[in-house]
């Protein structure tokens, strides 16, 4: 049995263990054993187990992980995500739509302490569902807003996306960040055209709520100050090269406990709380990586990443088709993949093919990030939905995947933005010495 057979086979029981409900970490890094034992010996599968698991666990680069985690954790309990809803609310529940465009704005908040998807969807969920509830929103376009506000939380810095990226590529995480940005800015734009073109055709989907005065508009700042300290201080400490991203992360966790404690809101038990919520979060993704890592040298040795690349790199197709061609296979993976699994994955796979065609490799990184944000809303896997269902237990799951729909319309016009005109994701790392 040739080598690229045994790797094709390998991929082929990825996808199937992927539909057992296994841990994703753990099916690849079952299968890189197993596919790794087979192809060289048993012995040199532990020896690969042990050393992997040993580096992963002990890397420093990843240390910037938790620490982001634990920032977005202590925000959560210390009631910022509440008060950035709130000042959101205040300043757009007026309009149609309103509690949905505040929902965009309040996750779009909350991405900038929060590096993770998954943990913005859940937070805002637990926040804003109950308010459109009670104000008879449709539960599709309310869950639907969630499942991809929540989305944002890997585009706009800090990203656990972006970090694992920069170190897989060896790219400046900072310049990453600053990449992050301006897209995370026009999506959120695309969102909001998202929500009030929707409401514009159908106003029995979100009733306007009563109207504030201009006082409380601008008493409601009051509710994005915290926020606003911790992006600046944080981005701007790594922007201007005052100390690393994990060092950033470090800072900005050590802040938000100090900016929690200033306003008395944050209690033991929410600090305990903080700690398991991201023990289990990082440990999860930490599982992902040294999966992906095992997995990926049993890809290598069997050379399908390799040929893959070769493959598409040799199509006789202008760049940007090439480039095209590994967007729809993203999606395509998305749909059955976890995002951090797939960026693992893949990411070595066709990092090489877009440095030969001359794109990139900050600009390509927003891409993934974009293609990956799609993938945590669309069917089957689609996690965020599952995460928005998990708080939302009486909004059906298929609901909430036709409210995501027009959102992913609203993604991929950002990734057309971004091919027609790179200069969105290069313009702010070019200021970055």
Not at 34 to 53: K, T, W
Not at 87 to 112: D, E, H, K, Q, W
Not at 408 to 430: H, T, V
Request: charged share 10%.
């Amino acid at each position: 049995m040739s080598m690229t057979t045994i790797g094709i086979i390998g991929i082929l029981l990825l996808v199937v263990g992927l539909f057992s409900r296994m841990p994703v970490g753990f099916v690849m890094a079952i299968l890189g054993l197993a596919g790794f034992s087979y192809v060289v010996n048993f012995e040199a599968g532990l020896n690969l187990l042990a050393r992997d698991i040993w580096d992963t666990f002990s890397s420093y680069g990843l240390t910037v992980i938790p620490l982001f985690v634990f920032m977005g954790q202590v925000a959560y309990q210390s009631g910022i995500s509440r008060r950035l809803y709130h000042a959101a609310y205040v300043m757009l529940g007026n309009r149609p739509g309103g509690l949905a465009l505040a929902t965009i704005g309040a996750c779009a908040g909350f991405s900038t302490i929060s590096g993770s998807t998954n943990a913005t969807a859940a937070t805002m969920a637990t926040v804003t569902i109950p308010e459109m509830q009670r104000r008879r929103y449709d539960m599709g376009l309310a869950a639907g807003t969630v499942a991809a506000g929540g989305s944002l939380g890997i585009l706009i810095p800090p990203s656990v996306i972006f970090i694992v990226y920069g170190i897989i590529t060896e790219q400046s995480i900072g310049k990453l960040f600053a990449a992050g940005i301006l897209p995370g800015i026009l999506l959120c734009a695309l969102f909001f055209l998202t929500i009030l073109l929707r409401v514009r055709l159908n106003p029995a989907l979100a009733p306007p709520g009563p109207k504030t005065s201009l006082k409380r508009k601008m008493r409601s700042f009051a509710g994005i100050i915290e926020t606003l300290i911790l992006f600046v201080l944080v981005m701007g400490g790594i922007f201007l090269g005052f100390f690393t991203p994990t060092e950033a992360a470090a800072v900005g966790a050590f802040l938000t406990i100090v900016l929690a404690l200033l306003r008395r809101r944050l209690s033991w038990q929410g600090f305990v709380q903080s700690l398991r919520d991201t023990t289990r979060i990082s440990c999860m993704v930490m599982m992902i990586v040294t999966g992906a890592v095992i997995f990926g040298k049993f890809m290598a040795i069997t050379r399908v990443p390799f040929e893959l690349a070769g493959w598409v790199g040799s199509l006789p197709l202008p760049p940007y088709a090439i480039m095209g061609l590994i967007i729809l296979i993203y999606l395509f993976g998305g749909c059955f993949m976890d995002s951090l699994a797939m960026v693992m994955l893949t990411v070595p796979i066709f990092y090489p093919v877009v440095q030969a065609l001359g794109f990139d490799p900050i600009w390509f990184g927003v891409i993934i990030v974009l293609v990956t944000e799609m993938g945590v809303i669309t069917p089957p896997v689609g996690i965020n939905v599952y995460v928005v269902h998990g708080i939302a237990k009486d909004v059906p799951l298929e609901t909430i995947f036709r409210g995501v729909f027009p959102y992913l319309l609203a993604l991929l016009a950002c990734c057309i933005f971004l091919l027609l005109f790179p200069q969105l994701a290069l313009f702010l790392p070019g200021l970055i010495q």
